[in-house]
C-alpha cells in the first residue's frame, strides 16, 4: 500500500481512539480549559463533575469547579442553584470546614465554581465525604460521595483555640506562585461557631513577620500587616521575599479590641510564632 492511503487510516485511527477516551470532547471544553477532573458524583438523573487546577483535593484552600449534566439528555446545566456540605467523619463526631457555595463563573455557561478549606484529614486521604444539594426549575436533588484529601507538605492552615476560647481557622491562599520581591498575601479568616459553620471573621488583624530558619533566621524589609478587605471577605497584605528557599510566615491574630488570640513575636529566645504558614520556591 503506497503511503498517501496509510496516512489517513492511521490519522483515523488515532482520532476515534482519542475521542472514545474523553467524551467532553464534543461539549465546550473552553469552559475546562486549565482544570482536571478531580471526581464524579452522580444519581439517577444527573453527574455532578467535579474539578480543580490540580484534579486533586488537599488539605488548606481549594478552588473547586462543578459542572452538572443532566442524564436524560446529555446537556450541561446552565440554571441551577447549589450548596455543599464537606463533612470529615472523626472516631468521636463530624465536622465541616470553611467553603463557600458554588456559583456560576462570570462568561460560563454550565460552570460553578466555589472553594473548601480542609484543615485536617486522614494519613491515607480518607474521612472526608461532599453532599451537594442543587435546585433545577424549582425541583431538588441531591448527591453525595465520600473524596479523597491529600496531606499538604507544607503548612498552609491552621486550626486553633484563641485566648478568647473560640476555635478558628486561618488559611492561606495567596501567594500561589511566589516571587522575590513583593507578593500580595491574601488569607481567609474563619471562626468555628459550631461543628457545621465556619463563619468569616470580619475586621481582625493578621501581623505578619517572614523569617528564613536554614538562613539565621533573617527577616525582610516592606513587610504589612493583614486587613480585612469587605469586597472579598479577605485578609490583604505584602509579602516581602528577598531569595528564594523555605520560608516560615510568622503571624499573629489580633481581634478588633487589639487582644492576641494566637501567635508571638518572633525574637532571640522565641524562633516561630505558634500561628504560622510555610512556603518553598
Ligand atoms: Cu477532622
Known amino acids: 500500500m503506497k503511503l498517501q492511503f496509510i496516512y489517513p487510516i492511521i490519522l483515523l485511527v488515532l482520532f ?3 475521542c472514545s477516551e474523553d467524551d467532553t470532547e464534543f461539549f465546550p471544553t473552553n469552559e475546562l480549559e486549565g482544570l482536571t477532573k478531580i471526581q464524579e458524583l452522580s444519581n439517577d438523573s ?4 467535579l474539578y480543580s487546577k490540580s484534579g486533586t483535593l488537599s488539605t488548606g484552600y481549594n478552588v473547586v469547579s462543578v459542572r452538572i449534566k443532566n442524564l436524560s439528555n446529555n446537556t450541561y446545566v446552565e440554571n441551577a442553584e447549589i450548596t455543599w456540605l464537606p463533612v470529615m467523619q472523626m472516631p468521636t463526631m463530624n465536622h465541616s470546614c470553611p467553603k463557600s ?4 463563573v462570570a462568561n460560563m455557561n454550565a460552570l460553578y465554581q466555589g472553594f473548601m478549606i480542609y484543615q485536617m484529614t486522614n494519613s491515607d486521604g480518607s474521612g472526608w465525604s461532599l453532599t451537594i444539594d ?3 426549575d424549582d425541583v431538588s436533588y441531591s448527591v453525595s460521595s465520600e473524596l479523597m484529601v491529600f496531606q499538604s507538605n507544607l503548612q498552609n492552615v491552621s486550626s486553633f483555640m484563641g485566648s478568647d476560647d473560640s476555635r478558628y481557622v486561618v488559611a492561606l491562599i495567596e501567594p500561589e506562585a511566589p516571587i522575590i520581591g513583593i507578593n500580595e498575601m491574601v488569607v481567609g479568616v474563619y471562626k468555628m461557631e459550631t461543628m457545621m459553620s465556619f463563619p468569616v471573621v470580619e475586621n481582625y488583624l ?10 539565621g533566621n533573617h527577616s525582610s524589609p516592606n513587610n504589612t500587616d493583614l486587613t480585612y478587605q469587605v469586597e472579598d471577605e479577605l485578609y490583604r497584605g505584602n509579602l516581602s521575599l ?6 516560615v510566615l510568622n503571624l499573629k491574630l489580633l481581634n478588633e479590641l487589639g487582644d492576641v488570640l494566637k501567635g508571638e513575636d518572633v525574637t532571640e529566645d522565641n524562633t516561630q510564632s505558634s500561628l504560622y504558614f510555610e512556603l518553598e520556591f
Open 16 to 18: 476515534s481512539v482519542a
Open 46 to 49: 444527573h453527574v455532578v463533575e
Open 101 to 104: 457555595d458554588p456559583v456560576q
Open 134 to 136: 442543587y435546585t433545577i
Open 206 to 215: 493578621l501581623t505578619l513577620d517572614p523569617r528564613m530558619p536554614g538562613m
Open 242 to 247: 528577598t531569595m528564594t528557599g523555605y520560608w
